[in-house]
């Protein structure tokens, strides 16, 4: 191939990745769905939404954890049906219809309960493990399950869980804060013999605050051999320490940015925007001026 043509297709290719991987604006949702500004989640820049708070119960059902005054636990899950309600289905199905820059839905779990039923009865597809994820996927239009483990730490049944989430459909991602040995032992693993755009392990949200504030994108890169999406946690009433202001958010993403180009940026959470009076436009405007 003479010079000028590799040029030309090394050119198209960098277009292509700009045109068709637009990076990833996120923001958690530790809110309950049904009372949070949806429209403003919709609208404010972001386009992949990390519902915070659902869990496993020992016998393989799913629960949605409110986390918000006011609200309640829901079952959404139980015996491979959906049970989370229309009125909750139709919320959560709204983030990516309509006026929306959604185009990506996740739900994030800790991993209870996981290694007990991946060992028995496992993972298969009339499990009713299996089954309720598969339920859960149709019911609410899910793309991926978001893996925030901070105690468990089973690289085994983790990654017999990720491919078992694969095989229904999902991609799976993780919120690592710390123990990189451990994620990127599952990375590899769920990864193994898969290729872009295949992976099963596709995103990292790194948490860059709290237990994560001496997190080095960087570094978490090279040691995944992934890129990553680092995480800020907004302006908080209950760890003022750990806030971010939208001016310090755009310092700390652009410098990050520049020592190692990122997959994105994110936030930790829809919750303390609301509560403290913060505005979504322009804690997302952050992201889009420098992750386009
Ligand atoms: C939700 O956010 C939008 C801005 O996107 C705002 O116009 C609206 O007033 C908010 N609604 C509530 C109930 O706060
Ligand atoms: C669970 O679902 C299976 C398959 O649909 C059904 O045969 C079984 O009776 C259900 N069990 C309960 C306790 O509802
Ligand atoms: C996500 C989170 O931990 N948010 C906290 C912010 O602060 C209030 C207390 O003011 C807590 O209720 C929230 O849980």
New binding site residues.
Partial sequence: MRFHTLAKVLLFELFIQHAFAASIRSIYLFKDVMVS?T??LK??GFNSLIMFGVGILDNGDIMYYSNTPGSSDVLVASNGTYVGGDALANKVRSFKTGTTGINRLEISMNSQHVRELMASPGPGASTRVYRNFQALKTAWTLDAVNNDDESIYDVSSTVTFAKMLGQVGYKYTIAPYTNSGFWSSVVKQANNGLKEPNLLVDRVYLQCYDGGAGNNPAGWQSTLGMKVVPLVWVTNDSKPSQGTTVAQARTKFSGWNQGAALAGGGYWNDYDIEKMKLS?TDYGNVLTSIFP
Avoid: E, K, V
């Fill in positions: 500004n429209t403003a609208t404010s979504y």
